[in-house]
């Protein structure tokens, strides 16, 4: 996961990140488990990242959030609880904020991105396209 050029102290807290999102924690005990002063961390992975570290975790948060309730049948509240958010009107606003619509108005949606109309959006039929070859099970045609 360690990207050339970054800091393996960014990296492993990006991966930490990545592994807590339901988890309460602050920027400065993520900090004191990289052995780096709180401001010196924020200064770190801001100029690596190009995010503060707090913008980078909401983001995430928001982003997987975004996903459950796109793809699961989760409640909103068990969401909210999984991407580390504790009241409802802030994860709504922060959501909204985000993404440009609450949370609900995603909720049944699925996978965002339509399907293109064309061949591959019609229903697969058991209608034959061509001749039928000798080595197509069932196949009465002998070859000789």
Not at 67 to 85: D, N, P, Q
Not at 105 to 119: K, M, Q, S, V, W
Request: net charge positive; proline share 10%; aromatic share 6%.
């Amino acid at each position: 996961m360690e990207q050339p050029g970054l800091d393996p102290r960014i990296t492993w807290a990006i991966g930490y990140m990545h592994d807590h999102l339901g988890d309460a924690f602050s920027i400065r005990e993520l900090a004191e488990r990289v052995n780096l002063s709180p401001s010196r961390f924020r200064a770190l992975f801001t100029t690596q990242i190009g995010l503060a570290p707090a913008v980078y975790l909401q983001r995430l948060r928001l982003r997987r959030a975004r996903l459950l309730v796109e793809r699961t049948f989760l409640s909103i509240k068990e969401v909210m609880a999984l991407v580390g958010y504790n009241d409802p009107s802030h994860f709504s606003r922060d959501f909204r904020r985000q993404h440009g619509q609450p949370p609900s108005a995603l909720r049944g949606e699925g996978i965002t991105t339509p399907l293109r109309p064309g061949p591959s959006a019609n229903p697969p039929t058991n209608k034959r396209i061509g001749r039928p070859r000798g080595r197509d099970p069932g196949c009465r045609l002998r070859v000789t």
